[in-house]
């Protein structure tokens, strides 16, 4: 089993700041990436950015300079550091994990831009 446990949710202004963080543990062996994904209503889900085991990033153009995501591979951890906030990023912010072939999901959390 893989446990993916997420926080830093929450409502901001517009172009406001929130970080986002995932740990991971479990059966975590073999733990290739892990990223961020977002659904936001009636929508479907769309990945945010996913980051490898070496660091090499991904990110949808949507986010493409301001988000950021890292992480630190001894506490099996990602971060997800939004700036510049837009309403359009208000969602449901899932974090992921590749382990050997199975993709985990995290319980996700809400992030809510107002104007």
């Known amino acids: 089993q893989v446990q993916l446990a997420e926080s830093g949710g929450g409502s901001v202004q517009t172009g406001g700041s929130l970080r986002l963080s995932c740990a991971a543990s479990g059966s975590i062996f073999m733990l290739n990436f892990m990223g961020w994904y977002r659904q936001a209503p009636g929508k479907q889900r769309e990945l945010v950015a996913t980051?490898?085991?070496?660091?090499?990033?991904n990110y949808a153009d949507s986010v493409k300079g301001r988000f950021t995501i890292s992480r630190d591979n001894a506490e099996i951890t990602v971060y997800l550091q939004m700036n510049s906030l837009k309403p359009e990023d208000t969602a449901v912010y899932y974090c992921?994990?590749?382990?050997?072939?199975?993709?985990?999901w995290g319980q996700g959390t809400q992030i809510t831009v107002s104007s």
């Open positions: 992921t994990a590749l382990v050997m072939s199975t993709l985990h």
């Open positions: 980051i490898s085991r070496s660091g090499t990033t």
